[in-house]
């Protein structure tokens, strides 16, 4: 099914929406407005906005921990205002302050983030599992970071999704790289899509850079899932562009990383790539193109300054109290 | 009132929960043939879906049961063994236990956990003999219940399906494998968490105990009342909330406090009520709090494992060291362990049940 002209614009300005606030955030930890960590997810936004851009409000959504989320998140519909509040430790954050950076909103699909990687998998098969039991064609995706992919609650979670035939969507967001190491060091295989292979789970390579592609692919799994014909899994290829966390040094394997890979991936920014093939279809002007960008400037400034400005919480004992167990 | 074995509580409490509301659900190894705990009639009467056999596969079972619960099911997560919990530490002890807190409260996780724990049965080694209460009522954000008859089984296990909370319920093996029975009333009920119960009344010492141990109490105080001692026996049902007044209340009666507990000594359950204990209670005492526990050791299999396990003796001569006698009073093993000859009919298979 091809893409209207609106759908295109829209992940097109989403994936402008989150380069913006992944700035922001780097911005907000370098000023001290952030007092735990960022992951910046720059140049990898093409993949969260590509999965998540048409998801149904009532899916499920785990999100990796890579720009904290945000290219999943925000797609979903959370406000970038909700999101920073979090982290700056505002009682409007979607925590009420008390997660940090960790992301949740139930209304939205998205039940939490996982401290542990790979902790996210038997968490997804068991919603899917609900989602089966409900039967309201609901999907559950799970986007994670390709180091994850080691761990043996998704291989535990492929078996069970197979076996039953669940509404599940594996989707590896492989950057290539794992903390300060190459991941084809602990990978006996170039594509980790080949692990569907195994559990006769329908699995694809995709380009991670273009969100168009990324889309597509993720479509026919969706449908597939929601057609009651079980879990598929996606890779996508990308590349981190910043070092692991900001702040810390930019090693790979204890040696500073190579500008010129970095370049080489830059030149297939996923914005750029997206605007080439847009005005090159007559979908944008040079003129859209500034007004989606400066859009996307005014949202993220506005989300900031109305966060910043939220007050933090006035009895936290009180609310970590009421944290701790539902009545 | 009528007498029911302990397993037919526990299929009544699932059978009526899975009834009365249909997000209930069970998931775990063997559900769907497990000869004694899922009569073939749970699997006609609710489906497959409804009890959801699984691969060796514990960080996604209990992952899973978690899943599910984010999703706004009930579903309960089910092993013979909490030993087989382990590999699934951290979808119990972190996802079950701290997703709600580190959320905000945000969301609720309505998931129950429901083992078998404990040893004696006939030596089944470090992982398959455990209890592991001790590590569960360490972990703020998990209830904790440790029924030891049908009446409280059957009532603690129904609130813990309605809890909104993660929810642990540990049933000693020991006590489904003997046929141990007693008065359940046919109409319904719960028993709300955070109730002690006495389970024997006395006036010269306070025996605080947990699971099987309730059972090993029980008979030893019934012996050294022949000696002239009067044993009053605690027993706190669940862990988490601890029912630490009723605690207090009864050593303010005896001035004396015993606590058995089955897992290992060390950072036991019996270490932290007597710390609770010594907080709020230090002035009722008339002599040193004594704790009776599995050694700190892991727990030998074969014929090797009395010498790691709590035994009756322990409960009778901590007993009469805190009465301040010196004499020791021989006791009975424990008369549960008699039947079955070797583990599997420890564990109530072998022989037709219900």
């Known amino acids: 099914m091809d893409l209207t002209k609106e759908q295109k614009i829209r992940l097109y300005t989403n994936l402008v929406r989150v380069r913006k606030l992944d700035e922001t955030m780097v911005k907000a930890l370098l000023t001290g407005k952030i007092s735990t960590f960022f992951h910046s997810g720059e140049?990898?936004?093409?993949?969260?906005?590509?999965a998540c851009s048409f998801l149904r409000e009532d899916d499920y959504l785990f999100p990796s921990h890579r720009g904290h989320a945000i290219s999943k998140t925000l797609?979903?519909?959370?406000?970038?205002?909700?999101?920073?509040?979090?982290?700056?430790?505002r009682i409007t954050g979607c925590c009420?302050?008390?997660?940090g950076f960790?992301?949740?909103?139930?209304?939205?699909?998205?039940?939490?983030?996982?401290?542990?990687?790979?902790?996210?998998?038997?968490?997804?098969?068991?919603?899917?599992?609900?989602?089966?039991?409900?039967?309201?064609?609901q999907v559950v995706m799970v986007i994670e970071g390709e180091g994850t992919y080691a761990r043996g609650t998704f291989h535990e979670s492929m078996i069970m999704a197979a076996t039953w035939k669940l509404p599940n969507l594996f989707i590896v967001e492989n950057n290539q790289i794992m903390g300060n190491t190459p991941v084809k060091i602990i990978h006996p295989k170039d594509d980790f899509?080949?692990?569907?292979f195994g559990y006769g789970v329908p699995a694809k390579v995709v380009d991670g850079q273009d969100v168009f592609a990324v889309h597509k692919e993720v479509q026919t799994a969706i449908d597939?899932?929601?057609?009651?014909?079980?879990?598929?899994?996606?890779?996508?290829?990308?590349?981190?562009i910043q070092p692991h966390a900001v702040g810390l040094p930019d090693t790979l394997l204890g040696r500073p990383r190579t500008q010129e890979e970095i370049e080489v991936w830059r030149k297939r920014d996923p914005i750029k790539l997206a605007q080439k093939r847009l005005l090159k279809e007559g979908v944008l002007t040079q003129v859209d193109i500034e007004k989606i960008d400066g859009g996307a400037a005014n949202e993220m400034e506005e989300a900031d300054r109305l966060a910043w400005a939220d007050p933090m919480p006035t009895d936290p004992k009180e609310i970590l109290k009421k944290a701790l167990y539902a009545e | 009132m009528r007498e029911i074995k302990f397993v037919q509580a526990i299929i009544e409490a699932l059978e009526e929960e899975m009834t009365r509301d249909e997000t209930v659900f069970i998931i775990g190894l063997n559900v769907q043939a497990d000869p004694i705990l899922t009569p073939v009639r749970l699997v006609e009467k609710f489906g497959t879906k409804r009890l959801r056999e699984v691969p060796i596969a514990e960080p996604g079972i209990l992952g899973c049961g978690v899943g599910a619960a984010l999703a706004g099911y009930r579903p309960i997560v089910h092993s013979r063994f909490v030993d087989f919990f382990m590999p699934a530490a951290d979808e119990l002890f972190h996802k079950a236990a701290k997703w709600r807190y580190i959320h905000g409260g945000k969301v609720t996780i309505p998931v129950t956990f429901?083992?078998?724990?404990?040893?004696?049965?006939?030596?089944?080694?470090?992982?398959?003999?455990?209890?592991?209460?001790?590590?569960?009522?360490h972990t703020p954000g998990l209830k904790l219940a440790i029924p030891t008859t049908p009446y409280d089984l059957k009532g603690l296990l129904k609130t813990a399906i309605r809890d909104n909370n993660p929810t642990v319920v540990l049933y000693h093996r020991i006590l489904v494998g003997a046929g141990t029975s007693g008065l359940v009333p046919e109409e319904e009920y719960t028993i709300p968490f955070g109730q002690a119960d006495i389970k024997r009344e006395g006036k010269d010492v306070t025996v605080v105990a947990t699971g099987l141990m309730v059972f090993m109490?029980?008979?030893?105080?019934?012996?050294?009342?022949e000696k002239g001692l009067d044993v009053e026996v605690l027993d706190p049902r669940t862990l988490e909330p601890l029912d630490i007044e009723t605690i207090l209340s009864s050593v303010k009666k005896t001035h004396r406090l015993v606590i058995v507990d089955e897992d290992t000594l060390r950072c036991s359950v019996g270490a932290e009520i007597g710390m609770q204990f010594m907080e709020k209670g230090f002035d009722y005492l008339d002599a040193p709090i004594k704790r009776v526990g599995a050694a700190n050791s892991p727990i030998p299999g074969g014929f090797m494992e009395c010498y790691a396990l709590p035994q009756p003796q322990d409960i009778a001569d901590a007993i009469t060291e805190v009465l301040g006698i010196k004499e020791s009073f021989q006791v009975k093993p424990l008369e549960l362990l008699k039947p079955g000859r070797h583990m599997g009919e420890r564990l109530g298979y072998g022989k037709k049940e219900n």
């Open chain 1, 224 to 240: 597939r899932a929601r057609a009651d014909e079980g879990p598929s899994l996606i890779e996508c290829k990308t590349y981190r």
């Open chain 2, 114 to 137: 429901l083992a078998g724990i404990g040893g004696y049965l006939g030596g089944g080694g470090p992982e398959h003999s455990q209890c592991l209460e001790g590590y569960i009522m």
């Open chain 2, 217 to 225: 109490t029980l008979q030893v105080a019934d012996q050294l009342q």
């Open chain 1, 75 to 89: 797609i979903k519909g959370l406000p970038a205002r909700i999101i920073l509040a979090e982290h700056y430790g």
């Open chain 1, 96 to 99: 009420d302050g008390v997660s």
């Open chain 1, 193 to 196: 899509a080949d692990l569907g």
């Open chain 1, 43 to 50: 140049g990898q936004e093409a993949v969260g906005v590509g």
């Open chain 1, 102 to 137: 960790h992301t949740c909103d139930m209304k939205l699909g998205i039940p939490g983030m996982s401290g542990t990687l790979g902790g996210h998998f038997p968490l997804a098969v068991g919603m899917g599992l609900a989602a089966q039991l409900r039967g309201k064609k």
